[in-house]
Nanobody, 130 residues
Framework: VQLVESGGGLVQSGGSLRLSCTAS????????IGWFRRAPGKDSEPVSC????????YFADAVKGRFTISSDAAKNTVYLQMNDLQPEDTAVYYC????????????????????????WGQGTQVTVSS
């Protein structure tokens, strides 16, 4: 599994970015994809996850209403649209892909499992200036 993130950059508070996670070696029909971030001095935290078939989605409380996640199976790419970015969104953003993730848990636990059991990309830096 290879995952490549792109789309990060420097943006002013209130601005938008769209991150892309392009996967090779997997079929989106079988994998859940998640976005996670690590801010300086902090642990990684889940941001958003999307299940195979896109029927299941999760968003962290901190990004609900501002971020959306979508999948383009033809391009093997998952997008994270980030609107109304704030300085506290500054972090390295990673995507992860995992298959056979237990879905009989809460959505938050499911997304954490995607991070814990999946393969990760190299990350893309998002910096939001105030």
């Amino acid at each position: 599994v290879q995952l490549v993130e792109s789309g990060g950059g420097l943006v002013q508070s209130g601005g938008s970015l769209r991150l892309s996670c392009t996967a090779s070696g997997i079929s989106f029909d079988d994998y859940a994809i998640g976005w996670f971030r690590r801010a300086p001095g902090k642990d990684s935290e889940p941001v958003s996850c999307i299940g195979s078939g896109t029927s299941q989605k999760y968003f962290a409380d901190a990004v609900k209403g501002r971020f959306t996640i979508s999948s383009d199976a033809a391009k093997n790419t998952v997008y994270l649209q980030m609107n109304d970015l704030q300085p506290e969104d500054t972090a390295v953003y990673y995507c992860a892909a995992a298959d056979r993730v237990n879905t009989r848990v809460t959505d938050a636990e499911w997304c954490i499992l995607v991070a814990g059991t999946g393969d990760w990309g190299q990350g893309t830096q998002v910096t939001v200036s105030s």
